[in-house]
């Protein structure tokens, strides 16, 4: 009997002390953040969603609201959507309200200081949300408009993204 006395806190220590921990497994996998896939199998709604449509020339203030929609059945996820919101649409412009000028770059961010790799996953669920993005009409400062009258100009954003490729309608602005 007094050997049965210690042997059983000698194996209540033991059960104790043989607690096993599970250590994570790490894979060797590593995803290349500048080699993004495209998409297949999307339907996405490039759309200017501010109101204001006129605006004067020099004005550096001026910033317009995007909205980028998921227009089909199933949730989209977008791995190479850009942290800085900006850096995710080009917006073009050109003079006139006819397809006759070219398409100019105007600039909405700086590259050199903007961090181009910081990339967050944008994810799009159909018809129940949107992703608003704000970008500056950086070109607006630049005009001159020296007559005062009312001067037609046609913009248009286009992502600057790899994998998905949207584009929105030309829409019509006037420049005082």
């Known amino acids: 009997m007094n050997k049965l006395f210690l042997f059983l806190p000698l194996l209540a220590v033991c059960l104790m002390s043989c607690t096993s921990e599970r250590t994570p497994k790490r894979g ?5 953040p500048e080699v ?12 200017l969603l501010s109101s204001r449509r006129e605006f004067y020339a020099g004005d550096n ?24 919101e900006a850096a995710n649409v080009n917006l073009y412009y050109r003079p006139g309200s006819g397809d006759g ?8 961010y700086d590259p050199a200081k903007v ?3 910081s990339r967050s996953p944008l994810t ?13 009409a950086v070109f607006i400062g630049d005009l001159k408009n020296p007559t005062g009258k ?11 993204l790899n994998s998905v490729t949207v584009q929105s309608e030309p829409t019509e602005i006037w420049i005082k």
């Not at 993004?36 to 759309?47: E, N, P």
């Not at 203030?61 to 800085?84: C, D, M, S």
């Not at 000028?101 to 909405?108: I, N, V």
């Not at 799009?124 to 500056?136: C, G, K």
């Open 101 to 108: 000028a070219e398409w100019k770059l105007s600039r909405s």
């Open 36 to 47: 993004f896939h495209k998409l297949k199998d999307y339907s996405l709604q490039l759309s």
């Open 150 to 160: 009312k001067q037609p100009y046609t913009l248009r954003a286009v992502l600057n």
């Open 28 to 32: 060797t996998f590593k995803r290349n």
């Open 124 to 136: 799009l669920n159909p018809s129940s949300n949107q992703a608003l993005i704000q970008i500056p």
């Open 61 to 84: 203030q001026v910033v317009l609201t995007f909205a980028l929609k998921n227009t089909g059945v199933r949730p989209i996820t977008i791995y190479e959507w850009h942290t800085y």
């Open 115 to 117: 961090n181009m790799k």
